[in-house]
Every structure is written in C-alpha cells, then in structure tokens.
T-cell receptor, first 115, second 113 residues
Framework: DQQVKQNSPSLSVQEGRISILNCDYT??????FLWYKKYPAEGPTFLIS?????DKNEDGRFTVFLNKSAKHLSLHIVPSQPGDSAVYFC??????????????FGQGTTLQVKP | NAGVTQTPKFQVLKTGQSMTLQCAQD?????MYWYRQDPGMGLRLIYY???????DKGEVPNGYNVSRLNKREFSLRLESAAPSQTSVYFC????????????FGSGTRLTVV
C-alpha cells in the first residue's frame, strides 16, 4: 500500500502564477513531512519541510501547508518560474524511524512552468 | 565538494549478469540508503543502513544485497540481474534523525537487457 500518495502525475502552469502540488498520506503516525525537487539526470534535493505540530511553513516563494485531519499537505510556489520546472516528491517520516531517518516517498509530480 | 558520490552513472547489463553499485559520502552521516526510481512509482527504498555494521531491508529488497563497508561506503549488489531491475538507482545519506533532508547522489541509470 502506498502510504504517501501524489495523485497528480503532472501539472502545467504559466510563469508568474501559483503552482499547487498536493500530497496525501494514510498513516496518522507520520510526524515530519518534506518536499524534494528533482531535475533530470540529478538526484533529488531538499526543498522545504514541516513538522506535524505546525500547519504552515514558509521559505521565500515556497510554502507548505499541512492539514492533519485530512492527512493532506500541499506545496505552494508563488510566483512560479520556469526554473521551477522539475519533479517534486513529497516524503514523510515517523517517530519509529528516529534512529534511521528513513523516509517514505510519494510517486512524484512533474511541474512544468511555461514562460 | 562534500556530498554523495555514486558510480557508475550508466550501466547496461545482460540478464543474469552481476554488478555492484558503489556509493560513498563524506559528510560523516550515520545513515545511508538505496532507492530505486521507476515511472509512476516514485522512490522506493531497497535497503538502508542506520549505522556502520547494520543493514535492513526496505520496501523492495528482493534481488539485491548490500554491504556497509565502513561509515562512508554503502554498496548495492545485483547478483543475477533481471529486466525488472531496469531503473534509476539513488544512494542517499542522512544524520541520525532526519530533519533537514537526505543528501542524494546523482543516480545510476541501469538497463538490463
């Protein structure tokens, strides 16, 4: 069973507009969530994270929202830029993985920002 | 530069051949991981090592073995490659309690024919 799901394989937005990427999870024990960004032929890189004790975390143009009751998080990019075009992975970790830091990833969403 | 180094970057194998993917990190991280990325499946954990001398299975361990040679190095071995193992493989490392995110290598693109 996929514990972390990104149901939209792709998203296309116009430069300057908002990009909203969504992620759902099934395990209420997850206590930390992260977003990674991946360009072709490169490894994923850390983008932004949020603890389960918060409902929002902002870093420049990137904001992550967490709705624990709905087991849903989203990444907002405002304004979107062509350089944001990449695959975005949502990831979650649980208290029982505190010794390993093990993350569970979603399937990824490919964002295309059109000039 | 500090980070995670994977070799090789590309490899083509015939069915039944064996090979070892190498990974080394120089950030003094305790934990290391091997993931595979497949279309529509995201990143799936193959094996991980919480510390030197320990390894554990992840979500998709069948057909693979690993060795945590020392704190820096974590290798992934395919004993008898199958077409289903065609994938992009990523190695990553992290501090003991993941807070700021893994550091990933640039990946190995493996094709099994």
């Amino acid at each position: 069973d996929q514990q972390v799901k990104q149901n939209s394989p792709s998203l296309s937005v116009q430069e300057g507009r908002i990009s909203i990427l969504n992620c759902d999870y099934t395990n209420s024990m997850f206590d930390y969530f992260l977003w990674y960004k991946k360009y072709p032929a490169e490894g994923p890189t850390f983008l932004i994270s949020i603890s389960s004790i918060k409902d929002k975390n902002e870093d420049g143009r990137f904001t992550v929202f967490l709705n624990k009751s709905a087991k849903h998080l989203s990444l907002h990019i405002v304004p979107s830029q062509p350089g944001d075009s990449a695959v975005y992975f949502c990831a979650a970790s649980a208290p029982w993985s505190s010794n390993t830091g093990k993350l569970i990833f979603g399937q990824g969403t490919t964002l295309q920002v059109k000039p | 530069n500090a980070g995670v180094t994977q070799t090789p970057k590309f490899q083509v194998l015939k069915t039944g051949q064996s090979m070892t993917l190498q990974c080394a990190q120089d950030m003094n991280h305790n934990s290391m991981y091997w993931y595979r990325q497949d279309p529509g499946m995201g990143l799936r954990l193959i094996y991980y090592s919480a510390s030197e001398g320990t390894t554990d299975k992840g979500e998709v361990p069948n057909g693979y073995n690993v060795s945590r040679l020392n704190k820096r190095e974590f290798s992934l071995r395919l004993e008898s490659a199958a077409p289903s193992q065609t994938s992009v493989y990523f190695c990553a490392s992290s501090p003991p309690r993941e807070v700021y995110g893994y550091t990933f290598g640039s990946g190995t693109r493996l094709t099994v024919v």
